[in-house]
């Protein structure tokens, strides 16, 4: 499967990290984990996680390919260990390269990587970020349910416009039209229709979008850095230990 298509990430060989202001290096490592420049010159739809069923990318790829997202947008998935891959991992990866095998116009548009140091993540993200195209960059998690989603608010922080599922935690924190917004995941079909029209059908102009992604950034610095949740979960324990007493 790797020698086939963008999951060409022999990283064992290549430093764990990059150093932040080491641009040129940086870039270097991309090429290596397969991820040609041209492929940043258009706008993205990432997805970060474990390559498994619930998680929904052999979804996510379809949506994407059988949409007019494959016109405008890359799809970057990152996860799962492409060197020694579990069997789910397995058919995932298996799943991704039957669609693009029935599909190969779609194969440059496409990339698999395997999972990454959280350091490597944050820089790929940013990366993404620091191109300005007319439509936004997208995070967008397929899984099925979601129970909480950090990965889902590291993209918040970077100031992707967030697509999440429906079903699940996520609607604790991510409210519909104002810092992002949430799809019904269950079928590639339910996420290519929902998603299509939130970016191509809806009446929201580019400046509302950017509004929605700034209130998802101001979302994860109001309720989620390291002081606040730490915070929270002092209370929350100290309130224990006074019930006890």
């Known amino acids: ?46 997805n970060v996680g474990r390559l498994n069923e619930m998680k929904g990318q052999d979804n996510l790829i379809k949506a994407w390919g059988n949409s007019r997202f494959s016109n405008d947008y890359r799809l970057l998935i990152i996860g799962g260990d492409s060197e020694n891959p579990s069997e789910e991992e397995r058919r995932m ?15 440059d548009r496409f990339c698999h990587i395997g999972a990454l140091s959280n350091k490597d993540i944050r820089l790929i ?25 950090i990965a889902i608010l590291e993209a918040l922080s970077d100031g992707y416009l967030v697509i999440a599922p429906k079903d699940g935690g996520v609607k604790s924190y991510i409210k519909q039209g104002i810092n992002g917004f949430m799809v019904n995941t269950k079928s590639w079909s339910s996420i290519a229709e ?19 992604q700034e209130k998802g950034q101001e979302t994860v610095l109001k309720y989620f850095t390291m002081d606040k949740v730490s915070q929270e ?11 006890k007493g």
């Open 233 to 243: 979960m002092l209370k929350f324990y100290l309130a224990l230990e006074g019930r």
């Open 93 to 107: 990866m298996h799943s991704f390269e039957r669609y693009l095998k029935a599909n190969p116009y779609l194969r």
């Open 1 to 46: 499967v790797g020698s086939e298509m963008c999951i060409r990430d022999r990283i064992e060989s290549t430093p764990e990290t990059v150093e932040d202001n080491d641009e040129e290096d940086f870039n270097q490592r991309l090429k290596l984990l397969g991820i040609p420049d041209e492929f940043f010159e258009h706008p993205v739809i990432l």
């Open 125 to 149: 993200e940013k990366k993404i970020m620091s191109k300005k195209f007319e439509r936004p960059n997208i995070y967008l998690c397929s899984s099925q349910k979601e129970e909480f989603g």
């Open 194 to 212: 929902e998603a299509e029209g939130i970016i191509y059908k809806s009446d929201i102009t580019n400046e509302k979008f950017r509004e929605i």
